[in-house]
């Protein structure tokens, strides 16, 4: 799971990275295990362009299956 939090900051998992090494790290993850899925999860309040670049880095590592996280209206975030 890529989170990345009202701040901009980014997470694989619960790791705060930067953009240029979750790429890295996808890229590193696909070659061990090519079937990997990947889910993007981000703050209501995060710019969309930030949002997309995470999405392009993702892409550019060779992940193919990317989910979005979604809550329903209500629940918070």
């Known amino acids: 799971v890529v989170t990345i939090a009202k701040n901009g900051k980014i997470y694989l998992n619960d790791n705060e990275m930067t953009l240029a090494d ?6 590193a ?5 090519a079937d990997k899925q990947v889910y993007l ?3 209501q309040d995060v710019r969309y362009g930030v949002v ?9 590592a060779g992940i193919e299956r990317l989910g979005m ?3 329903p209206p209500g629940e918070g975030g």
């Open 52 to 60: 997309m670049r995470a999405v392009a880095e993702i892409k550019q």
């Open 22 to 27: 979750l790429g890295k790290k996808l890229e």
């Open 41 to 43: 999860r981000a703050d």
């Open 29 to 33: 993850i696909k070659k061990l295990q």
């Open 69 to 71: 996280v979604t809550r």
